[in-house]
Nanobody, 125 residues
Framework: QVQLVESGGGLVQAGGSLRLSCAAS????????MGWFRQAPGKEREFVAA???????YYADSVKGRFTISRDNAKNTVYLQMNSLKPEDTAVYYC???????????????????WGQGTQVTVSS
């Protein structure tokens, strides 16, 4: 059973940076697609970024050029480096693992099998 724990959220001013971490336990996720999603109050959960089985990466248009997803297989951890943050980035950020062997882009919540508890990111103007 895979468990995911996010950390690194907080309060930051617009233009600042944060790095979110997602630590996996229970089994290795180095060969799996991992994604970051976010959910703002009153809005649906939306795709932010994904790193696929062979380490190709994908981003939502709203974060492209500002956010970077990466993984450290030795630590069984996935990261989301967020730069040039904007107030509209404020949300709870969730990490997710796709336990299937898929190689195509996983960008919908239903593509993922395991979710973390979320970490709050608040960007002040």
């Amino acid at each position: 059973q895979v468990q995911l724990v996010e950390s690194g959220g907080g309060l930051v001013q617009a233009g600042g940076s944060l790095r979110l971490s997602c630590a996996a336990s229970g089994r290795t996720v180095s060969g799996n697609a991992m994604g970051w999603f976010r959910q703002a109050p009153g809005k649906e959960r939306e795709f932010v970024a994904a790193i696929m089985r062979y380490d190709s990466t994908y981003y939502a248009d709203s974060v492209k050029g500002r956010f970077t997803i990466s993984r450290d297989n030795a630590k069984n951890t996935v990261y989301l480096q967020m730069n040039s943050l904007k107030p509209e980035d404020t949300a709870v950020y969730y990490c997710a693992a796709d336990l299937s062997p898929r190689t195509r882009l996983a960008q919908y919540p239903y593509d993922y099998d395991v979710w973390g508890q979320g970490t709050q990111v608040t960007v002040s103007s």
